[in-house]
Structures are given as structure tokens and as C-alpha cells.
């Protein structure tokens, strides 16, 4: 057991020596570990700024997905994606009709699976308080269950109560950035705005929820005002509108979305023949559908990342062998001295190896002084994560061991009487 155990001591100290001599040959030749740098410091730059800029674009994403509503469903004239597997018909989805407040009247009533359901109807309208004005106003017109459905808190003061959705009160609730434009700091609550030519009474802010790609609700920019007062606003009938509700706890997807499809043919008098003239759409098929996309898009840059990173490994790979070559007659009279093979490859592939993860370091350095600069972007955050750094680092240490192998495979492989007399 105490041979074992000095055997141990003796493996660890000769190969502790053996790191602290490639530490002292990267020291020796600083224009030679400068060059085997900068090849893996391009390659971990490259590949972790894809990452994080792939990280950046899905959190992007999936945040505007899921502001929706994972479970919410919109019955539209329009669908997500085509039909049946077909190609996707505009020509015939513009011939449908839009939805109509009757129907959803009728949905709500008759529905047993729906937890809560809202019409909801958009319009643009330049809004105006004394004299500053606002032309980016998206009107929001919905029912009373619209708050149950829209993910969207209110920062400063309240909802509309039942009595105002239906009866046609001249309210509004504001997005974030509409109040910021018509207030500049101002408490805007019980102030009267103009909602192009109508005057409106502000009884709420939306809180702030910032930029998203696929956002569908462009809520800091939007007006919130109740159905029935949005008729003294603009012609409801001629605007975009849907149909959106929300599924019970207990039902499924199937059942729910089922059932909304048979009471809409029900109002509708669609023969068992015809085809739906609406289009049941989901926030689940986006989310997996963007799911597809981000794996190929990680897919792409793992190949760009690794041609980048790839050129690095060729770049330590030759340094290696000119090390070795120089320093063949040093490898030989180590191994006159008793060297074993284990403490030659140890040397060359620490060397190696600490090549490799400086690079990464400074490739990981300077991502995170680019994600520094422009990662303060409400519309585009960039995070460098833990996961990446170490992704990054890990990358670094794989590609220099296995660029530095077949040089150090070849210096531990050596004849010592042949590697004294090379010169």
C-alpha cells in the first residue's frame, strides 16, 4: 500500500513538473503562443457570440409568445399555418368573415369548457393630451374578460368595472410608452385625453413589457377601452377583430378547442360538407414551431463556431509540432533520465491544452465586453450565461488536448539515443 501510495506521489510530481515546464515554454516563445492565441481566441469568439446572440433572439421570442397566452386560443379569419398540410390559401382566408360580436355572444353562452372568453377589435388612432400628441396609438376594444386573458398587469390604477364595459363610459387604460409620450412623468390617472376626436378619461397605466419580435398585442403602445364605447371611436364593424378564450383547468386542449370549432359552425350553418370559414389559432404551435427553428439555428452555429474554432485546433496542432521538433533533443535527454512516456505527453498536452483555454479566456473576454455595449438593448438583451462561459471554455480545452495530441503522442513516442543526436 505505501509503494502504491509513492508511486502515486512520484506520478503527481512528475507530472506537476512536467506542467510547470510547458507553463515556462509558452513564457519562452511569446510570439509563438501569441499566434496559437489568437486562432482559438477567433474560434470561442465566434461560437459564443452565436450562442448568445441565439440565447438573446429565443428569450425574445418565447417572452412575446408567452405574454399571449400558452393556453389562450383566437379564432381569426387567418391562421398560423396552413391548413391540412396545404399551402397557405390568403386569397381564400380574405373571403372569410371576420368575427362578429354576435357569435361570441353566442360562444360564451354556450360553451362548457371555456373559462373566460372576450371580443376584441383594433383600430389606430392619433391620441392627444394638451398639446402633445401621439400618432403610434394601437386602440385595443374589448369586452369585460379581456383582463383574464391578456397577461398584462396594470401598473397605476385600476380595470374597468362591469358597469363601464357595458355601458358605452368613455375610459381608457394606456400602455407604458403611450403614457410616457402623452405625460412625460405626469400622473396620467383621471386625466382627459383625446382618442381622435372623442374625449377620454385615463383610469389606468399598463406596467412596461418592452419589445418582442412575434408580439401579436403591441401592449406599451396600446389603448385599452371597453367595447361598447369604442362604437363612438371608429366603425367596429369594418376593423380587425377576433374572438380569444381561455380553457378550465380540467379540459384538454382537444375537447376545448373541439367544442369551439362545433359552435362556431353551429352559428355559422356550415353544412357537415363544408369546410370552416375561421381559423382556430394557438399560441402552442407558434412556441413549438419556434422551438424547430432555434434547433436549427443552434445547428448553424455550432458550424460556423466550429470552422472558426476548427482553425484554431489546426493552429495549435502546428505550433505543437514545431515544439516538439525543437525540443527534441531536451524530450530525449528526459528520457535518458527516466521520463516515462506519461510525463512527455502530459507536458506537451498541458501545453497544449493552456494554450487552448487562454485563448477561450480571451475570446470569452472580449463577448463579454460586446454583450457590455449593446446588451443594455430593451428590444434585444444580451446575457452572457454561466453555461456559455463554460460551454466555451470546455470547447477550448477539448479542441487544444485533441490538437495537441498527435505531437504529444509523437514527443512521448521518441527513441532517446535518436533524440539526443538529432542535432
Known amino acids: 500500500m505505501k ?45 459564443v457570440t ?17 405574454g399571449m ?84 398587469p396594470i401598473e397605476l390604477g385600476r380595470y374597468f368595472s362591469v358597469h363601464e364595459t357595458q355601458s358605452s363610459v368613455p375610459v381608457c387604460i394606456l400602455g407604458h410608452s403611450v403614457a410616457e409620450n402623452l405625460f412625460f412623468g405626469e400622473d396620467p390617472i383621471n386625466k382627459i385625453i383625446k382618442i381622435g376626436s372623442a374625449n377620454v378619461r385615463v383610469i389606468g397605466v399598463l406596467k412596461k413589457e418592452g419589445e418582442s419580435i412575434v408580439s401579436i398585442f403591441d401592449t406599451d403602445n396600446s389603448v385599452w377601452v371597453p367595447y361598447t364605447f369604442a362604437g363612438s371611436l371608429f366603425n367596429v364593424k369594418r376593423s380587425s377583430s377576433m374572438i380569444c378564450a381561455i380553457p378550465k383547468e380540467a379540459v384538454s386542449r382537444e375537447e376545448f378547442i373541439q367544442e369551439m370549432k362545433l359552435l362556431m359552425r353551429s352559428i355559422r350553418r356550415l353544412k357537415p360538407a363544408q369546410k370552416d370559414n375561421f381559423a382556430v389559432n394557438e399560441m402552442t404551435f407558434l412556441i413549438n414551431t419556434t422551438k424547430e427553428i432555434f434547433s436549427g439555428i443552434s445547428l448553424a452555429g455550432w458550424v460556423i463556431g466550429g470552422f472558426s474554432i476548427l482553425i484554431g485546433g489546426f493552429g495549435i496542432a502546428n505550433i505543437m509540432f514545431v515544439s516538439v521538433k525543437e525540443r527534441t533533443t531536451l524530450i530525449g535527454i528526459q528520457k535518458a533520465l527516466g521520463a516515462k512516456k506519461y510525463t512527455i505527453l502530459t507536458q506537451f498536452l498541458a501545453e497544449a491544452a493552456a494554450l487552448a483555454i487562454a485563448g477561450g479566456a480571451v475570446g470569452i473576454l472580449m463577448v463579454y465586453l460586446l454583450v457590455m455595449a449593446v446588451g443594455n438593448s430593451e428590444s434585444f438583451p444580451m446575457q452572457l450565461s454561466l ?6 471554455l470546455i470547447i477550448s480545452s477539448v479542441i487544444g488536448i485533441t490538437a495537441g495530441f498527435i505531437p504529444a503522442y509523437t514527443a512521448s513516442s521518441l527513441n532517446p539515443v535518436e533524440a539526443i543526436n538529432s542535432k
Do not use: C
Open 387 to 392: 453555461y456559455n462561459i463554460t460551454r466555451g
Open 50 to 66: 452565436v450562442f448568445t446572440a441565439i440565447d438573446a433572439l429565443r428569450a425574445n421570442v418565447e417572452t412575446g409568445l408567452q
Open 3 to 47: 509503494s502504491l501510495y509513492r508511486k502515486m506521489v512520484v506520478t503527481f510530481k512528475l507530472m506537476a513538473e512536467s506542467i510547470m515546464f510547458a507553463f515556462g515554454s509558452l513564457k519562452g516563445d511569446k510570439f509563438r503562443t501569441f499566434l496559437s492565441l489568437f486562432g482559438v481566441t477567433i474560434g470561442i469568439f465566434s461560437i
Open 69 to 152: 397566452g400558452g393556453s389562450t386560443i383566437y379564432i381569426q379569419e387567418f391562421p398560423f399555418a396552413p391548413e391540412d398540410g396545404e399551402e397557405y390559401k390568403w386569397w381564400e382566408f380574405r373571403t372569410r368573415p371576420r368575427p362578429k360580436y354576435e357569435e361570441f355572444s353566442y360562444l360564451k353562452n354556450n360553451s362548457k369548457t371555456a373559462e373566460a372568453a372576450a371580443f376584441v377589435t383594433f383600430r389606430s388612432l392619433n391620441l392627444k393630451y394638451n398639446r402633445n400628441s401621439y400618432s403610434d396609438g394601437f386602440i385595443t376594444a374589448h369586452t369585460y374578460d379581456w383582463n383574464k386573458i391578456a397577461s398584462s
